[in-house]
């Protein structure tokens, strides 16, 4: 989950709920698309899906927010501001590694280690691998296992075959317990169970091993999740509040009227929640029929119900919008605040580059555009060019 634009088959921009697609994909006719594609789109939408749903998402969520607060002055407390700092830390350690340099790895061993010094109540897994290389594992490999089991599930795609970070949950459930690893749903609610947990990679391992020790054997998803509320309390852990007060810090009250993507975003997680609530596994339920058009029929019944975000081909084409009530929410007034955030690195110094909206600007013929948003945006926001990142840049007195 990165930038909006990169070398990929596609991305999902975190906190702004955007699906950036490299090709050409036909929403009117989706099953005509190429399977590739088919399997990028749901890949990504999955991600979308742990954001609005998991414990692992919404911290991330409020972390970004917060990191963009701080850039743009409104964090100002010194100790605030160490605090974040400290947490940094902390948070790669429950992300563990998101690459790795070797194209195909094999496990040779995993172990649960602990930071005495730095986080003496905290524990988190590493992966020895390849002889003795060593990865950390944690969220960001469950969260990308999951989607990649996810679009596997659903299309006949190309086998991530021993592929990091994709097939990491995989082949430690194979290495760890491999009755549990026969059946892809099985992991697949495995990784949605664990990124409930704050330290999700634990929890996996952990979790995987009590089944092995107990030769638990499920039948059905509901078996998972009756197995884990009987030995774990877990759940998601979001806070309504905290997620109100932070967008109204990023979209506040004024002369714009940015109450629409205040409630879309809302309403994302409220909806997720209320699933949740019916099934800590709702995901892996929806996959979980071994007809593949029920599957197909659940999944689209669940996109129906979330939504859909923002999407956007490599071009800077809108390809469908976020919608509430009917109406398309503003793309430009919810895609300027990150591009913001990619102006300014963590110390809040401003990085030199093209905009970040640029690409899209360009697109759709945008009045307010030119050639000095590619070279000079910085000297187009002083001259006053009305753009919503120019009036983000102003409303936040940057």
Known sequence: ???????????????????????????SNFENNPLELKGTFIHEYCHFLQDVSTTYGYTNFIRYIQEFLFKIGKVEDSRDREVMEGNKDYYSLLKGDADIKDLIFNINDIYIEKDEELFPNMEYVMVRYNGNKKFQFGSCCISESMAYLVEKRLYNIEEREKDFPYSVCEEICKYEYAEFAKDDVWIIALCELALLEVESGKFFIKALRLMKEKEFIPTKVEDIEQFINHYFAIGFRGNRSILQSLLYEMYPECSVDFSRIRKWILERFERAVSFREKSKCFISLALSNEDIRIRYGNWNWLMEKMGCPTIIDSNGNRIQGAYLDGEEVELGYMLAPMAINEFFDHKRNYIPQSCPL???????NDPSYSEKCKTEPKENINDGKLCPVSGFWRLYQL
């Not at 930038?3 to 596609?10: A, H, I, R, V, Y």
């Not at 975190?14 to 950036?20: E, V």
């Not at 640029?358 to 759709?364: E, F, G, L, W, Y």
């Open 358 to 364: 640029d690409i899209i600007c360009s697109a759709a």
């Open 1 to 27: 989950m990165g930038k909006l634009f990169e070398n990929s088959s596609g991305s999902y921009s975190l906190a702004f709920f955007c699906i950036r697609i490299n090709g050409i994909i036909d929403f």
